[in-house]
């Protein structure tokens, strides 16, 4: 017997294994990179941000389900869909099973997984289609989501309430036009009590300003404030990206992310990974990527049928590099 022939294969197999399971070890959540990512990059381009508008992620506790919004090209109105990352890949997106018929966006899971809240325009009672949206939630069974529930005033009004985002303990923050004749859209909290939400309060203007500010994504122990601002003095275009700090119970001013984050374009809807290691967040409405060069009519139609078309896109960047503190 050829002792070399039985050994050699043995010994090539658990080589293979062990740089498989130290891959493993170095990438415990499916968005995870082995290099750093100290520039903006699309995540997961073909899969999970295509031609079409995609935004608005939200990751599973462990990383390895991701839920996200498909807009109509005019961006009037969205699906929540679902995709899993099974046997190296993200799956091909399915709708979410309370998503599909109303117009459904920004979906934002509690940090245990547990509930999961959304903006929708559907009907509170009867059939007809809200004009503004309310914000809803699911809950998880053991055969899955509940169905949706709409959450009561004083959360929701008759003006538009909506990009929900919660902390550990329950506290809801999210933004609302309920004071639009005086100062646009702007970024509330309310605390869940008893377990009802019963009182709102409107940021102070550390956070909020006289421009729309939207968009806020609030850390789990409630230390890490990201948001939108529209047409702030220090800004770099449209929508850019802010930062606030929980100081002691006070909000410090808010610090826009800089030209790494933020361009021309629009910058919109930030949140940092469940590791706590990357920032993610929603770039697009007219930044296409044409060649410095002449192009054919293929590569035209390769690239307006690609992430790179204008769109919107979700991207990723390690949370140092933008400039995030932990």
């Known amino acids: 017997m050829n002792i070399q022939r039985i050994v050699i294969p043995i010994m090539l197999a658990l080589v293979a294994a062990l740089a ?3 891959v493993v070890q170095r990438r415990p959540h499916p968005y995870a990179s082995d290099e750093p990512i100290t520039e903006p990059q699309i995540f997961a381009e073909g899969v999970i941000s295509t031609a079409d508008f995609d ?3 939200a990751f599973t506790p462990d990383g390895k389900t991701v839920y996200f919004t498909k807009h109509r090209p005019s961006f009037s109105s969205g699906t929540i869909v679902i995709s899993h990352f099974k046997n190296g890949k993200w799956t091909i997106p399915e ?3 309370f998503s599909g018929q109303y117009g459904d966006e920004q979906p934002c899971l509690s940090p245990d997984g547990n509930r999961l ?3 929708s325009n559907r009907p509170v009672n009867g059939a007809t289609p809200r004009r503004d949206a309310d914000i809803w939630f699911v809950k998880k069974t053991a055969k899955g989501w509940s169905e949706p529930v709409h959450l009561d005033a004083p959360v929701n009004t008759d003006a538009y309430d909506w990009h929900p985002s919660v902390t550990s303990d329950g506290t809801l923050y999210f933004v609302s036009a309920r004071q639009a004749e005086k100062r646009a859209n702007n970024i509330y909290r309310s605390r869940l009590v008893d377990g009802k939400y019963s009182s709102v309060e409107m940021l102070s203007d550390a956070v909020n300003s006289d421009r729309h500010d ?5 850390s789990a122990d409630e230390k890490i404030l990201l948001f939108v601002s529209e ?14 700090y929980n100081r002691n119970g006070a909000w410090s001013p808010a610090k826009n992310l800089g030209p790494k984050i933020n361009t021309q374009f629009y910058e919109y809807s930030a949140k940092i990974s469940p590791d706590g290691k990357y920032l993610f967040y929603c770039h697009g409405f007219g930044d296409i990527n044409l060649p410095d060069r002449r192009v054919s009519y293929q ?5 307006f049928n690609s992430a790179h078309n204008g769109f919107a896109n979700i991207y990723q960047i390690d949370l140092a590099a933008a400039g995030v503190e932990r």
């Open 231 to 244: 047409g702030r003095p220090d800004g770099f275009g449209n929508d850019d990206l802010y930062v606030s």
């Open 117 to 119: 809240f959304f903006s």
């Open 55 to 57: 935004d608005y992620l």
């Open 20 to 22: 498989f399971g130290a």
């Open 214 to 218: 939207m968009h806020p994504w609030i």
């Open 299 to 303: 590569e035209l139609l390769g690239i």
């Open 95 to 97: 709708v979410a099973p």
